[in-house]
């Protein structure tokens, strides 16, 4: 089978497959497919306000895909990405509050360090527990998810929270940090677009997130040592590349990339840390990434479409009687056929390419 066909022949059609399931449970619970579809084609993309919602979940979506790719090039499976983008939160509050920047721009990329080191930090320990304790990177990530939101918890309510204040979140960021809005930008060039929506400045770092690590991995040694332990762990150690040095490498990259998340949603959004500030997003970024081949690129139009499902699924809990655990539904199924079931449809496409051939 060519690559352009396992690229994106094999997604589209299991993503049709799972909209077409999803169709039938739409129509089972007494609703019209195509008026939901309707709905959440015009809830997310019919207009500038829908677009804004719509590219600020995908910017959590891209930093927390890059992150779980990063990893599974290096043969690594990393579910941590939700406590460790909760601990990159955690970096971008002390910064923020830390010092009182004068300008968003002085504050950003100190945020940013705060963010993916915090992020690096929380991926440290189970890399080194897998390279040199053998213990198992998807046991250590998961529980360390349970214990990012635990300590979360306990900071916030212990330390963080305002006196005299009944909620667990910080303090609000001085105003000189909060990020500028995609509407704001565009009002100040004269037009209107996106106003009251939280996509933000944010959107262009994970852009450029997106092209440093295709550069990372495709053209630097280091992405190619990844690549190299990530295929055979006995090739890479004959060739001279330490299995324990690019274990803890690429978990320490891809830890950061799911804090650098933390910019978005709590500096860019929230503009305080607050209790599961995360909302889901690290779990998502493996079905991003999974969806996306782990390609920067594909990782980019997977972030999109999760994200024109995280708002046109909101829009259609908000104007139809479709319970919105259904959305969850439509996004698991999403998941499933992309992820797990995913040679449900590339041994087919593989059997009639190769019917073709000898043909």
Partial sequence: ????????LVPVISLLLAFAISAVVILLIGESPWAALKVMVTGALGSSYGWGFTLYYA?????????????????LFNIGGEGQAAMGGLGVALVLLAVPWPHWALALPAAMVGASAFGALWALIPAWLQARRGSHIVITTIMFNFIAAALLNYVLVNILRPVGSMDPASARFPQAA???????IAASLGFAWGKNTPANVTLFIALGACVLVWLLIWRTRLGYEIRAFGRSEKAALYAGISPTRITVVAMLISGGLAGLMAINNVMGESERLVLNAVEGAGFIGIAVALMGRNHPFGILLAAL???????GGGELALWTTIPRELITVIQALVILFTGA???LVRMPLERLWLNRGRG
Avoid: C, R
């Avoid at 910017?59 to 043969?75: D, E, M, Q």
């Fill in 59 to 75: 910017t959590n979506f891209i930093f927390t895909g890059l992150a779980v790719s990063v990893a599974y090039h290096a043969g």
């Fill in 305 to 311: 479409l999760f994200g024109f499902l995280y708002q």
């Fill in 178 to 184: 909060h990020l500028p809005k995609l509407g704001e």
């Fill in 1 to 8: 089978m060519p690559p352009w066909a396992d690229a994106v």
């Fill in 341 to 343: 079931l995913d040679n």
